[in-house]
């Protein structure tokens, strides 16, 4: 986790990214890990990558308020930021 947030630090999101799955691979129900692959892969604008680390989280956790909001967040900034009206839609 310390190696993804000294990449973070740097604006190496591919590499943070890389070290925040494997932190997730290691401990599958580390809430901490997946939510850090979906804030990454959301600063990369990987939207599918994030839902579904947010998701993870959501369906192991249903009573967690903080991912829920952070789920409903991240559709907010991809619909806002989506530009056909046929992906607004979707």
């Known amino acids: 986790m310390r190696l993804g947030d ?3 630090d740097r604006q190496e999101l591919q590499k943070a990214r890389e070290a ?3 932190a997730a691979r290691l401990e599958p129900d580390s809430v901490n890990a997946h939510g850090k692959v979906a804030a990454v892969s959301q ?3 990987d939207w599918a ?3 579904r680390e947010l998701r993870v989280i959501t369906e192991k956790d ?3 308020l903080e991912f829920k909001l952070r789920l409903g967040l991240l559709h907010t900034e991809k619909y806002t ?3 056909q ?3 607004r839609k979707a």
């Open 43 to 45: 600063l990369e604008g």
């Open 6 to 8: 000294l990449a973070v």
């Open 85 to 87: 009206p046929e992906a």
């Open 62 to 64: 249903p009573e967690n």
């Open 81 to 83: 930021r989506v530009k």
């Open 20 to 22: 925040y799955e494997v």
């Open 49 to 51: 990558a994030a839902d």
